[in-house]
């Protein structure tokens, strides 16, 4: 149960997009007093009230020190290295190494109430199996893209130590779909697409995807550090889903259905001559046995609805990145 006086935050992962991003929507909430912010690289924002703290995340010591000295109620640990990977050892040791020494710090330090992680719906894992809208309480099967995998095995070493936990100590597991929006970011899947001369699709399958909007996380986010009470694992997604086909529609781009093994082929290819674009052969298995979940448990537990749908919210990245590129909105 979280106090409801001003309350000090801190934030992992900080430097990066979505800690960077979350950083100016909590300095903007009167319920927050000072945000402290661990991460490997300086971050960007300045305020009177940030406090950056240089720090590994898998330095469980370093963040014990920074949690029990500044009196932090709620961590938002957000530092995980993110999308395809070729060093799954790397991922693995950031990703789960880091949550581990994350939690073990906080359930140190009672002054910590709780603790709000960023995982995946990657870590359902691309299964012929899967069905349309999956829920929280399916089993994670990740065994193919190693992001996803990795998510998978983070959440499992949470599990292993969440009976060792502070009965007072809440715990939320965020199972969050591919985040897209306007701000600023180099890479990602949406400009990956939009580099591509046409969209692609599996033969035999409509490649369903899930988008959540940038705005729709950071508001979410904001809303559970403001909740009394909130834990537990949630889907975050849009309650629909878009295809490959609309994307490439709204685009003015054709589609050409690829047989499962030449996609394969082409997409081994190109994560080795252009490991940047975070498209391995891996990938394929998640356009043929397409992970789409239901989110009605964390609308009903946190009363919010979604502002964007998941075509909305590719559109609007793909809308900024091409006034980045040309000055125009597409």
Do not use: W
Request: one cysteine or more; proline letters at 3%.
């Amino acid at each position: 149960m979280i106090e409801t006086k001003k309350q000090n935050v801190l934030v992992t992962g900080v430097s990066g997009y979505l800690g960077t991003s979350l950083v100016k929507q909590l300095l903007r909430n009167d319920g927050v007093d000072k945000i402290y912010g661990t991460d490997i690289n300086e971050p960007t924002i300045s305020s009177e009230r940030f406090i950056f703290e240089k720090a590994d995340v898998r330095d469980r010591d370093r963040h014990l020190e920074i949690l029990r000295k500044n009196g932090i109620s709620q961590v938002f640990h957000l530092a995980f290295i993110l999308g395809e990977v070729r060093d799954l050892e790397k991922a693995i040791a950031v990703n789960v190494g880091g949550t581990k020494a994350i939690v073990e710090a906080a359930n140190e330090v009672d002054s910590v109430k709780r603790i709000v992680i960023t995982a995946s719906i990657s870590a359902y894992g691309a299964n012929k199996s899967n069905k349309l809208f999956i829920k929280e309480n399916e089993p994670l099967k990740a065994c193919t893209l190693k992001y996803g995998i990795s998510k998978r095995l983070m959440e499992e070493e949470v599990e292993k130590i969440r009976g060792s936990l502070r009965k007072d100590l809440e715990l939320a597991m965020l199972r969050i779909c591919t985040v897209v929006g306007p701000t600023d970011r180099n890479g990602g899947a949406v400009e990956t697409f939009l580099n591509l001369p046409f969209g692609f699709s599996i033969i035999g399958h409509d490649c369903p995807v899930q988008f959540v909007h940038e705005e729709d996380l950071l508001n979410i986010l904001e809303r559970i550090f403001s909740s009394l009470s909130f834990f537990g694992a949630y889907n975050v997604a849009p309650r629909e889903f878009t295809t490959i086909r609309e994307i490439s529609k709204r685009l003015g781009k054709g589609v050409v259905p690829i047989p499962y093994s030449v996609l394969y082929g082409l997409f081994y290819v190109l994560f080795r001559v252009k490991p940047s674009m975070g498209v391995s052969e891996n990938s394929v298995s998640y356009l043929a046995y397409p992970i789409v979940v239901d989110n009605r448990r964390i609308e009903k537990e946190l009363g919010v609805s979604f502002k964007y749908s998941s075509l909305d919210a590719f559109m609007s990245c793909a809308n900024a990145l091409a006034a980045s590129k040309t000055g125009d909105v597409a």
